[in-house]
């Protein structure tokens, strides 16, 4: 390695632009350890701080042709720094919102189908429990429930009163509401 210990940034600069990696190499070494405990400190992290710096600096290798630094290039690393800490926020941000949004969009998903399946099972006990009724209880239930007739369209059809009809109804949902009580008591204990 060349001794450019003597030159200064600007002169090391210049060699860089024109492809000098040993003035890259003393750019790199007079600036690694400060840039390094810079990166940590914002970040809080070594290996993120190291990465950091390392990309810093294989941009400017990268695009040494190119370089136009008009202030000092210790402001120049130390921006180039921040830029890349935002960059990493930024980008740990998206992940943890992503993470987050993908788990409660699962919970959703997961709590959605365990409701499905618990109001299944109590439409199949529902069901269990209609089929046990009378024969004329379940008729006239089912017209008023299911085919959403009103009570004097289930009397005209099943040629009764209309007070038969609500009375069916008024003990049929007294029956099934004991009988689905003691389902969903056993159920959620």
């Keep these: 390695m060349r001794d450019y210990s003597g030159h200064s940034d600007h002169e090391l600069i210049d060699l860089i632009k024109v492809g000098d990696e040993y003035a890259f190499e003393n750019l790199y070494n007079r600036y690694w350890d400060r840039l390094l405990y810079f990166a940590n400190q ?8 190291e990465n950091i710096v390392q990309d810093v600096f294989v941009s400017l290798w990268n695009r040494r042709s190119e370089l136009q630094i008009t202030s000092e290039i210790a402001h120049y690393l130390v921006v180039s720094i921040k830029y890349r800490v935002i960059r990493l926020f930024e980008k740990q941000r998206t992940q943890r919102l992503n993470e987050e949004k993908s788990l409660s969009s699962f919970d959703i998903l997961d709590n959605s189908t365990q409701q499905y ?50 009375d069916s109804l008024v003990k049929t949902k007294k029956s099934l509401s004991v009988s689905l009580r003691s389902f969903l008591n056993s159920y959620l204990l």
């Design 117 to 166: 399946l618990e109001f299944d099972e109590l439409k199949q006990r529902l069901e269990k429990l209609i089929c046990e009724l009378p024969e004329k209880s379940a008729i006239i239930f089912r017209l008023s429930r299911e085919d959403g007739l009103s009570h004097k369209e289930i009397a005209g059809q099943l040629d009764i009163s209309e007070r038969a009809v609500n």
């Design 42 to 49: 914002k970040t809080g992290d070594r290996v993120d701080a």
